[in-house]
């Protein structure tokens, strides 16, 4: 496993479990994370990816973002990485500025820069719901 001082993003929280989560998840969404799972590339055969599922678009899953980085760097028709995260309390907002505290397991992918600032702490909901109180 990589050491944390090497990668400028949280590393998977399990490497052996990287690829074994499955593919259609959430997307976006919940302001907090718990965990990070993977680090994913989506290539497609559509924009240049090679065809290896009858032109559905595959991904790579990695363990670090500078892996995934890498390859989305090398590979025709990928797509900039994604992180997988897991998510045991969110926030929904089922309309615009109408938040919701839920407690239940999520898997989402994610904008890797949504990572900055933003793994859960014990206080970070409450905090978020009180900061956007009316």
């Known amino acids: 496993m990589t050491s944390s001082a090497s990668s400028s993003h949280p590393i998977a929280i399990d490497p052996a479990l990287v690829g074994e989560y499955p593919a259609l998840t959430k997307s ?3 302001y907090f994370y718990d965990d990070v799972l ?3 590339v989506w290539v497609h055969p ?8 009858e ?7 990695f363990a670090t973002f500078e892996e995934a980085a890498e390859c989305a760097e090398e590979t025709p028709g990928a797509e900039q990485p994604l992180v997988l995260v897991r998510q045991f309390e969110s926030i929904n ?4 500025g109408v938040f ?4 239940a ?6 904008r890797v820069e949504w990572l900055a600032d933003c793994k859960r702490t014990a ?7 009180k900061s956007r109180a009316h």
Do not use: C, K, N
Not at 55 to 61: H, K
Not at 123 to 129: A, E, G, V, Y
């Open 105 to 110: 397991e999520r898997i989402t992918e994610w």
């Open 100 to 103: 919701e505290h839920v407690i």
């Open 28 to 30: 976006g969404g919940g």
């Open 123 to 129: 206080t970070s909901i409450p905090d978020f719901l």
């Open 38 to 40: 993977e680090y994913r």
């Open 93 to 96: 907002e089922p309309t615009p």
């Open 55 to 61: 032109g559905d678009d595959y991904y790579y899953a």
């Open 46 to 53: 559509h924009a240049g990816g090679e065809d290896l599922h």
